[in-house]
């Protein structure tokens, strides 16, 4: 009798009709019978760039916290890379017998390019794993965060921009209308960044050894480009100097400023480069997409 009376208020829940029920984003559900990689990768690469806003939100919001409290903030940026400049330029100029005015301009911006490159390259390889806390937590595209660290990088290099105008202006070596030709140049580098930071950024996600392994590749990479030196000092030898990916991606922006342009085969090199970049990158998402959230 108890049982009955307890239960004869009861009313059974009402279960929601399945064509009611709201069906979960395209995006994070996934059919092992049909995993469909190339579609969901494009598809986060399209919902990626369409959010270009909220990773230079995040970009900008990543600059100001690595300056706050600081005094000068991202002009410390701007000084450390004059003082560099201006010694080196001293130093290699006498070593090189190169005259200050002619050395001294191509240092100032062979510097300045090559300073964003490599930071590129090494922050690309904590693209994924810096970002661990959102990724965990909101469902947003992974190439969010790519840009994110390529829009960083690239704000950060624009604060010595000034610093290579000056040197251009006080040695009289201001470009013409030539300069315009860099604009597609840093296109091919900026293409070139989100692959290397959708591949290292996977690929370091999976094995925390390659970053190290970068950082020391790129100090030899430093050394072996034409930054400290120029192309003429190797001679005959320097028609190899296509084969390297820094000293292309450097050239397609630096030719345009200092010699009025790059040289065909430069371009063709950097352009080759781009692609094979692209094809790794896009490779690898399209495979191992699915598996960053379980790497990081």
């Known amino acids: 009798m108890l049982a009955a ?19 979960a984003s395209p995006l994070y559900v996934c059919d092992a019978t049909q995993p469909r990689r190339l579609e969901r990768a494009l598809q986060d690469l399209g919902g990626g760039f369409r959010r270009w806003r909220l990773a230079a939100a995040l970009a900008w919001l990543d600059i100001r916290n690595r300056y706050r409290g600081s005094v000068l903030g991202p002009i410390w940026l701007t000084l450390s890379t004059a003082v560099m400049v201006f010694a080196l330029g001293l130093l290699y100029s006498s070593l090189f017998q190169l005259s200050l005015a002619e050395y001294l301009p191509w240092l100032a911006v062979s510097l ?27 469902p947003l595209p992974y190439t969010i965060h790519v840009l994110r660290m390529v829009l960083r990088n690239a704000l950060t290099a624009a604060h010595s921009l000034p610093l290579a105008l000056l040197v251009l202006l006080l040695f009289g070596a201001m470009p013409g209308w030539e300069a315009l030709l860099a604009l597609p140049g840093l296109v091919v580098v900026a293409v070139n960044a989100i692959a290397v930071g959708i591949f290292l950024g996977m ?20 050394f072996l480009s034409p930054v400290l030196w120029k192309p003429e000092l190797l001679g005959e030898r320097q028609v190899w100097l296509p084969l390297n990916p820094f000293y292309v991606l450097m050239e397609v922006v630096r030719g345009p400023l200092l010699s009025g342009g790059a040289a065909p ?3 063709a090199s950097a ?6 970049a692209c094809a790794a990158a896009l490779a690898f998402f399209v495979r191992f997409r699915g598996r960053i959230a379980f790497w990081i």
Request: one cysteine or more; glycine letters at 8%; hydrophobic letters at 50%.
């Open 5 to 23: 009376a307890g239960t004869a208020g009861y009313r059974r829940p009402m279960l929601a009709p399945p064509s009611t029920v709201p069906a």
């Open 112 to 138: 300045i390019i090559w300073n964003m490159i490599a930071q590129t390259v090494n922050d690309a390889c904590t693209t994924f794993t810096g970002a661990e806390g959102i990724i965990r937590q909101m």
């Open 203 to 222: 690929v370091c996600a999976r094995f925390r050894d390659i970053g190290p392994i970068v950082a020391s590749v790129m100090q030899l990479a430093f």
């Open 265 to 267: 085969v430069v371009w």
């Open 271 to 276: 352009l080759l480069w781009t692609g094979a």
